[in-house]
């Protein structure tokens, strides 16, 4: 089983990276393979409809996406929606996320903005068939300390979204254990 983890944000001290380095070491520990995007150290184009697709890292990113059975996209909240590097990424690598298993890990500055991945999961819902993990994290910058996770229910929200999504995955991507 294919599992993806991908970083949405450009800042440097983003919240959001933290959330996907957490998600990232409680998938390995759930076992199965686990890869990493960072669009903060992945040259993106922005989506023209036209030229942009044929940029050189648009087709290993589509292609991990491709190749994932579940993806956990952490991203920060801005202007209650989630940040354009993740609505880009959705734009330049398009059907690749055709049935996937989608888990959302959300930093944001404030409490107001809970609902805002709704607009971005409906897309992937209904664009391509997505099977969007229903729970997700969601943190504002209370839950932080020194460049990590401090708060204790948010970081068992991370676990839980991580082992969420590796059941989701196995169930419907019809993973049954090996026998000893």
């Avoid at 500055?109 to 068939?129: C, E, K, Q, V, Y």
């Avoid at 993990?133 to 839980?160: C, H, L, M, N, Q």
Wanted: glycine share 10%; charged share 20%.
């Amino acid at each position: 089983m294919k599992i993806l983890v991908i970083s949405c944000s450009h800042n440097p001290k983003s919240r959001s990276n933290i959330l996907a380095q957490e998600a990232l070491n409680d998938l390995k520990a759930e076992g199965g393979e686990v890869e990493w995007i960072d669009l903060a150290k992945t040259e993106l184009p922005f989506c023209d409809g036209a030229h942009s697709y044929g940029h050189e890292n648009v087709g290993p990113v589509s292609e991990k996406i491709s190749q994932a059975d579940g993806i956990i996209l952490a991203a920060p909240v801005y202007n209650y929606d989630l940040n354009a590097a993740a609505k880009n990424l959705l734009e330049l690598t398009g059907r690749n996320w055709t049935g996937k298993i989608v888990g959302f890990a959300c930093a944001a500055g404030g409490h107001g903005s809970f609902m805002s991945i709704m607009p971005f999961a409906n897309s992937l819902m209904l664009d391509f068939r997505c099977v969007i993990v229903p729970r997700f994290v969601y943190a504002t910058g209370a839950a932080f300390a020194d460049g990590k996770v401090s708060d204790p229910e948010i970081r068992e929200r991370v676990r839980g979204l991580a082992k969420d999504l590796v059941n989701f995955s196995k169930g419907l991507n019809g993973y049954t254990e090996k026998a000893d």
